[in-house]
């Protein structure tokens, strides 16, 4: 049951006829990989754009929904031509900047925090062969680039020079660290039974039959898929856990100095992170781009990967914020216990061979 990319052109062969094309006019090797390699991060930059704009779009008339509202209307079918004109006019703004701030650490925070989250996709298996490089150690890469994301919030919170924004920048520090545990815990659960950390492989192990998909592999599949949704929603800052930038609280949190082009940035990396998050857990749990042979096998990971996204944005509209300690209790006493303790089970499961 491994689709097909009919509709797209291949990764791999583009890049390959790109690489080609390159050489064919004489360009040192030097000059053809960062060419080719440029290409396709713009081809990768774009997409990610889009898909922000459209998951921005998609959030609204869901809240609008949860609350019995229409939510865009007017510009466009079902507003969707309002959210472009709302991302061009932030990008025309005026980019205010305080005397007080910190100018290299507040520059560059919010471009470690875009970028951190453009460097995953570099090993995310769109489709059958639809990816950039195949690395070997895909996962582990993956969480190795989504840190930085850290480090580009407390920047954030430190250079602006202002109390809550510095407030929101350790809260998201504290908050990250504690859900990367159990996160990390949860994957690992499924790294014991492929036995790679290829993300290629990782779904090629679940093909076949839908039952071959980890999240059936029960006890523990269930189990892994529900601490990593948690983990993972904490790690997007995304209500209940959203206390970096808790309005309330914080005023707008660790980005409340910034304006313009740069808010937009962190604005667009949250929606990144949200839907990089889920194409994890598609590819871990749900056969990643696996299914019908008539369907192409990147409709399917889409497909998959919205559906994980829809229910991150659910969260948003059903549950209340926690507080701090709350939040940091749940994680320590509850989601780290239950996810090692999984872990241990999944590793007597494999070793005796007992999984259904």
């Known amino acids: 049951m491994t689709g097909k990319p009919v509709l797209l052109a291949e990764l791999h062969g583009l890049f390959q006829w790109l690489h080609e094309k390159l050489q064919a006019t004489g360009l040192s090797q030097t000059w053809v990989d960062i060419i080719t390699y440029a290409t ?27 609350q019995q509202r229409f939510g865009p209307m007017r510009h466009g079918w079902h507003g969707w031509y309002q959210t472009v004109m709302d991302a061009l006019k932030l ?13 290299v650490v507040f520059f560059w925070a919010p471009v470690i925090c875009f970028v951190a989250a453009f460097l995953a996709y ?8 639809l990816i950039v490089a195949d690395l070997n150690i895909g996962i582990l890469y993956i969480m190795a680039v989504t840190t930085f994301t850290i480090i580009s919030l407390l920047m954030a919170g430190w250079g602006s020079n202002n109390k809550y924004a510095l407030l929101g920048g350790m809260r998201s520090a504290a908050q990250v660290v504690s859900y990367e545990v159990p996160m990390v815990a949860s994957i690992l659960t499924i790294i014991i039974f492929v036995g790679s950390l290829s993300m290629m492989d990782i779904v090629k192990a679940q093909s076949g039959l839908i039952f071959n998909w980890y999240i059936f592999r029960i006890p523990f599949g269930p189990i892994a898929f ?8 904490a790690e997007c800052n995304r209500t209940p856990f959203d206390i970096p930038e808790a309005e309330q609280e914080l005023v707008s949190g660790y980005n409340v100095e910034y304006s313009g ?3 937009a940035m962190f604005f667009l990396a949250e929606f990144v992170n949200m839907f990089t998050v889920s194409a994890i857990a598609v590819t871990l749990f749900f056969g990643g781009w696996n299914g019908w042979d008539f369907i192409p096998s990147w409709i399917w990971f889409l497909m998959k990967t919205l559906g994980i ?3 991150m ?3 948003r509209w059903t549950y209340p ?4 300690d709350q939040l940091m209790e749940f994680a320590w006493k509850f989601l780290v216990p239950v996810t090692f303790a999984n872990l241990i089970v999944a590793g007597i499961f494999k070793y005796f061979g007992w999984y259904w």
């Not at 990008?91 to 100018?103: A, Y």
């Not at 914020?321 to 701090?324: A, D, E, G």
Request: overall charge positive; hydrophobic content about 60%; aromatic content about 12%.
């Open 40 to 66: 396709l991060g713009v081809i990768i930059f774009g997409v990610l754009s889009l898909i922000a704009l459209y998951l921005i779009w998609w959030e609204r008339k869901i809240s609008a929904h949860v």
């Open 91 to 103: 990008l025309q703004k005026e980019d205010i900047r305080i005397v007080t701030r910190d100018k």
């Open 122 to 129: 570099v090993v995310m298996p769109f489709g059958d062969r």
């Open 226 to 233: 529900l601490t990593y949704i948690v983990a993972a929603t």
């Open 261 to 263: 082009m740069k808010f």
């Open 309 to 311: 996204v829809l229910l």
């Open 313 to 315: 944005m659910l969260f």
């Open 321 to 324: 914020r926690l507080r701090v």
